[in-house]
């Protein structure tokens, strides 16, 4: 079983930058893929960016390509991401997901067995 505890959420104004992490327990979470998705208000929950279990493959939606950069550290246990240029429709709660059997870059959330609790991005114009 796979616990995932996100941080580093918060206030920043458009044009600024966050930096999420996703710590990850219990299971070999080094060998799992890896994503991040997020829920606007009043949207559902989409695709953000995935990365392999190696770390070798990243993935990005269209809306997020160019801006955010998703890493991962398997010595920590540890996926990031790093969200520049922020725009205020980038303002969600972000949860990162993990599985073992998923390619790196599955974007459907059905597809994940393990989520973290979330955590809130606000971007202010």
């Known amino acids: 079983q796979v616990q995932l505890v996100e941080s580093g959420g918060g206030l920043v104004q458009a044009g600024g930058s966050l930096r999420l992490s996703c710590a990850a327990s219990g299971g070999t979470s080094s060998s799992y893929a890896m994503g991040w998705f997020r829920r606007g208000p009043g949207k559902e929950r989409e695709f953000v960016a995935g990365i392999n279990w190696s770390g070798t493959g990243t993935y990005y939606s269209d809306s997020v390509k160019g801006r955010f950069a998703i890493s991962r550290d398997n010595a920590k246990n540890t996926v990031y991401l790093e969200m520049n240029s922020l725009k205020p429709e980038d303002t969600a709660l972000y949860y990162c997901?993990?599985?073992?059997?998923?390619?790196?870059?599955?974007?459907?959330?059905?597809?994940?067995?393990?989520w973290g609790q979330g955590t809130q991005v606000t971007v202010s114009s």
């Open positions: 997901a993990a599985d073992r059997l998923v390619a790196g870059g599955e974007t459907r959330s059905s597809m994940y067995s393990y």
